[in-house]
């Protein structure tokens, strides 16, 4: 590689989705952050106003199109150390998720257990709306979050569940012999978090009452976009972020064939940073994903903390 390569290599990441060309994918996540921080938001029963920065950010990898045969999903990484105290709208999400943002009516349905840390999505209520908790330290949870197309953004959320530096994380998702999906997320040796979701969004859509893997189902029932990310809200320096994380993606769409022949679900590095303040895209400045290795229902890569701090 020569050196005029390599220089802009080293800068690519500065430039609003310089990797990956996903940002349109984003739009389910980016719903749920205006649902969470509008411009006042319920954090312990209290409303209070949004305070801190209001960017939201993506790093890692995504596949470049759905999936409409996909069966299961598993994912491994690290619980990394708790850096800053956390406390003024920050929030770090962690996770692999399967999700699709084109039903026909504008509506998105994502698939999302993750470890969290900060001000996160963390409840519901009796009507799945979602709330927010603090937490200080890192914990896991599976959850359901949808919603668009018009309709409120709702979640169905599993046992909030305290993890540790250094604890294996897995994240499990797939479709039971029903049709069912199970999404679950559990360190090494202690309790899961999970959740069964019968039916696309809880049941609360009219025009989606038929269960998952029913015959009669629609094609939008079985189309997935896989995403495997360190989403941040609020925090604009790399020293908010880990020196690096790795993740090992294991997927699986055809039962009768080994993990080790699945077909490739073609993953890109993704990098993204939108900003709600001023509504446009801002730089990604604070994290960088590297793919590692790419084979047969297989994916590796990790997310290095960037090399220069840029406060937007």
């Not at 790399?238 to 994380?245: H, N, Q, S």
Request: aromatic share 12%; proline share 5%; hydrophobic share 40%.
């Amino acid at each position: 590689m020569g050196a005029a390569a390599r220089i802009a290599g080293f800068f690519s990441w500065l430039l609003p989705s310089a990797i990956g060309g996903l940002a349109g994918e984003m739009l389910h996540r980016r719903l749920v952050f205006e649902a969470l921080r509008g411009k006042q938001r319920k954090l312990g029963g209290h409303l209070i106003d949004p305070g801190g920065s209001q960017t939201q950010r993506w790093t890692g990898v995504q596949s470049s199109k759905y999936t409409d045969k996909l069966k299961e999903v598993q994912c491994n990484f690290l619980v990394p150390d708790k850096i800053f105290e956390l406390g003024d709208g920050e929030a770090h999400y962690v996770y692999c998720d399967i999700h699709y943002n084109a039903w026909p009516d504008g509506s998105f349905g994502q698939f999302v257990p993750q470890l969290m840390r900060g001000e996160v999505l963390a409840a519901n209520d009796a009507s799945y709306g979602p709330n927010d908790t603090l937490l200080e330290d890192w914990h896991i949870q599976a959850q359901y979050v949808w919603g668009g197309g018009g309709r409120p953004v709702q979640a169905f959320v599993g046992q909030l569940i305290k993890v540790h530096a250094g604890d294996k994380v897995t994240t499990r998702m797939y479709a039971d012999m029903s049709g069912a999906w199970v999404l679950s997320i559990a360190v090494e040796g202690g309790q899961a978090s999970a959740i069964v979701v019968t039916v696309p969004f809880m049941g609360t859509h009219p025009q989606y009452q038929l269960p998952y893997g029913s015959r009669d189902a629609p094609q939008e029932y079985s189309r997935w976009v896989l995403g495997d990310l360190h989403e941040a809200w609020g925090m604009d320096a790399a020293d908010y972020y880990p020196v690096r994380m790795d993740w090992t993606v294991l997927y699986r769409e055809n039962d009768e064939l080994p993990k080790t022949h699945q077909p490739l679900v073609n993953q890109t590095a993704f990098n993204h940073c939108f900003d709600h303040q001023v509504q446009k895209d801002c730089l990604c400045n604070v994290m960088t994903p590297v793919l590692d290795a790419q084979s047969f229902g297989l994916c590796r890569f990790h997310v290095e903390r960037a090399h220069l701090a840029i406060l937007v």
